[in-house]
């Protein structure tokens, strides 16, 4: 994990000069539960992955520092912080616009599958329930564009992992041709599930970061999940060294990467146009 490795590099070492409190949760209250614990514990910093969890610890502590290490869309429209330069309060790390690319992604998908008319949006609502302004802008900006493009859009949610079956089921009734996948800590911990789903049902799925599209996902893009971790741990291992959330502007990324998976284009029997394939950043064969 590039995190770790980028922390070990700054010199903080597990076991040695750091403690590590890990919790996991399938569900908004179990989350909430180890949300509660680890401020009990009185951390000394509060790292994780999305927006909603970002919250979800803020609900808990406003004093105990928050890093994000990649919040899905604008943290100030989601009253998370005061401002990109001076966050103001105890959460501050990177937001990588994942509402403002949903646009660009459904321009790819419709660059790659001739004649989309009808296309799903599947978004799980685990973290993601508690930035409901974040939810909305992202909802906004999908819709917009699909009218845009004359794509009939179809939204699916989802609680738990049970449900995913459920939704391509959804997808297939509605002669969907094509999916726009979002990518909280929820959707990439059962990332294999919703790749293997996607092929099962022959949909063609475009998602935001590349590590849906090594398992055999189609095509990706967004952020370079590698580097916001590295940069991540530099935000991490300022607040150890007693820098304070509220004075570290929150970054945003410059580049976004194109990945396309051949194989699976294949298998889907769809051809790649060149001009895809030329502003490619990565192609897996």
């Excluded at 330069?85 to 660009?104: F, H, S, V, Y």
């Excluded at 935000?235 to 929150?250: E, N, Q, S, W």
């Amino acid at each position: 994990n590039p995190f770790w490795l980028s922390m070990r590099q700054l010199g903080w070492v597990d076991g040695q000069n750091m403690v590590v409190e890990r919790r996991f949760g399938e569900s908004a209250d179990q989350l909430r539960t180890g949300a509660a614990d680890l401020v009990r514990l009185n951390v000394d910093v509060l790292f994780v992955g999305s927006a909603g969890l970002a919250k979800i610890l803020q609900l808990e502590t406003k004093t105990i520092p928050i890093v994000v290490g990649r919040a899905e869309g604008d943290l100030v429209a989601a009253g998370l912080i005061d401002s990109l330069a001076r966050p103001g309060g105890n959460i501050t790390g990177l937001q990588i616009l994942n509402d403002d690319l949903a646009p660009k992604r459904l321009e790819l998908l419709k660059a790659l599958v001739p004649n989309l008319s009808k296309a799903a949006f599947l978004q799980d609502d685990v973290t993601l329930s508690a930035v409901p302004q974040m939810r909305a802008r992202y909802d906004q900006q999908a819709a917009i564009a699909a009218r845009t493009l004359g794509i009939e859009l179809h939204t699916f949610v989802v609680h738990r992992a049970e449900e995913l079956a459920a939704a391509f089921l959804g997808m297939v009734k509605n002669h969907d041709q094509g999916v726009l996948v979002t990518s909280g800590a929820f959707m990439f911990a059962h990332r294999k599930a919703i790749v293997d789903l996607t092929a099962a049902h022959r949909i063609a799925a475009v998602y935001e970061v590349k590590n849906f599209v090594e398992p055999g996902g189609l095509m990706s893009y967004g952020v370079n999940i590698p580097e916001m971790q590295r940069r991540a741990a530099g935000y991490v291992d300022k607040i150890l060294k007693g820098a304070k959330p509220a004075d570290l502007p929150v970054e945003q990324p410059t580049k976004f990467d194109l990945v396309i998976n051949l194989k699976t284009a294949k298998a889907l029997a769809l051809t790649v146009p060149q001009s895809l394939l030329q502003r490619a950043d990565e192609i897996i064969q």
